[in-house]
């Protein structure tokens, strides 16, 4: 990189002025469920323990807090599958206005963008994010040829052939993680909306996400992005944390 330095002139996107959708945001929020409030004084508790050097850090630390705390926020069936879908969960939530889109740009053939890095699907059939979203969209209506998941497509060939149907509008919902759907996927040509039901640890993963939608060549004037919050829980201290770095 060095060497390329000495003979290269490097522009960043914000220097070249690129023509480049401009971008809505919208933050929402989300009341936290009695059984995620309970479970968040659970991790204070926790949390307390492994400051005063109560728990061995083998057993339990700050790190696998966090973790808990992020899963949390995302859907408290991933703490604990027994405990009920929240009709006002992020998912829930996420699949009701994506919906809406999808409807409303039915002539369009506009595509959407979901990001999630935690609860990617396994195969196992245990519970997990993707699995019950692309559920509640089809129950809204929407084809399963429509929804896609970037972990299906695990060679360049299937990664290629899943990308020219989302720029055709053949595939209208692409979910993924920032490690999966970040740098290097070029699927902006009719991207209308992003949505972030989780945030990565890095500033640097926002970056990755929204430059897929926020790039040259997207036939859209204006898109739409979608930051999904849990009161009260770790999203307000990682979203903070993102907004300070």
Same mark, same amino acid.
């Given at each position: 990189?060095?060497?390329?330095?000495?003979?290269?002139?490097?522009?960043?996107?914000? *220097?070249?002025?690129?023509?480049?959708?401009?971008? $809505?945001?919208?933050?929402?929020?989300?009341?936290?469920?009695?059984?995620q409030?309970?479970?968040?004084?659970?991790?204070?508790?926790?949390?307390?323990?492994?400051?005063?050097?109560?728990v061995? !850090? !083998?057993? +339990?630390?700050? /790190?696998?807090?966090?973790?808990?705390?992020?899963?949390?926020?995302? %859907? *408290?069936?991933?703490?604990?599958?027994? /405990?009920? %879908?929240?009709l $006002?969960s992020?998912?829930? #939530?996420?699949?009701?206005?994506?919906?809406?889109?999808?409807? +409303?740009?039915?002539?369009?053939?506009?595509?959407?963008?979901i990001?999630?890095?935690?609860?990617?699907?396994?195969?196992?059939?245990? @519970?997990?994010?993707? %699995?019950?979203?692309?559920?509640?969209?089809?129950?809204?209506?929407?084809? $399963?040829?429509?929804?896609?998941?970037? &972990? +299906?497509?695990?060679?360049?060939?299937?990664?290629?052939?899943? @990308?020219?149907? #989302?720029?055709?509008? *053949?595939?209208? @919902?692409?979910?993924?993680?920032t490690?999966?759907?970040g740098?290097?996927?070029? #699927?902006?040509?009719?991207?209308i909306?992003?949505h &972030?039901? %989780?945030?990565g640890?890095?500033?640097? +993963?926002?970056?990755?996400?929204?430059?897929?939608i926020?790039?040259?060549?997207? &036939?859209?004037?204006?898109? &739409?992005?979608?930051?999904y919050?849990? $009161?009260?829980?770790?999203?307000?201290?990682?979203?903070?944390?993102?907004? #300070?770095?």
């Amino acid at each position: 990189m060095n060497m390329f330095k000495e003979i290269a002139d490097i522009k960043t996107s914000d *220097q070249l002025k690129l023509p480049v959708p401009e971008a $809505e945001y919208e933050t929402v929020v989300l009341k936290p469920t009695e059984q995620q409030k309970e479970i968040v004084e659970s991790l204070g508790e926790r949390a307390e323990v492994v400051r005063n050097g109560g728990v061995d !850090a !083998a057993v +339990d630390n700050m /790190l696998k807090i966090t973790n808990d705390g992020r899963k949390l926020a995302l %859907d *408290q069936r991933l703490v604990n599958e027994l /405990l009920p %879908d929240n009709l $006002e969960s992020k998912i829930s #939530v996420c699949a009701e206005k994506s919906y809406e889109i999808w409807k +409303d740009t039915a002539a369009q053939k506009s595509a959407q963008l979901i990001f999630c890095d935690l609860s990617t699907p396994k195969g196992d059939g245990s @519970f997990n994010v993707y %699995d019950d979203l692309k559920r509640k969209l089809m129950e809204k209506g929407v084809p $399963e040829k429509e929804i896609a998941f970037i &972990h +299906d497509a695990n060679t360049e060939a299937k990664k290629t052939e899943l @990308f020219g149907k #989302v720029k055709s509008g *053949q595939v209208r @919902f692409l979910i993924g993680s920032t490690a999966k759907m970040g740098a290097g996927t070029n #699927v902006q040509d009719r991207l209308i909306a992003l949505h &972030h039901l %989780d945030i990565g640890w890095k500033p640097s +993963d926002l970056e990755q996400r929204e430059g897929r939608i926020i790039r040259q060549g997207n &036939h859209n004037k204006k898109v &739409h992005i979608f930051r999904y919050v849990t $009161e009260s829980t770790f999203d307000s201290y990682m979203w903070v944390r993102h907004e #300070v770095a």
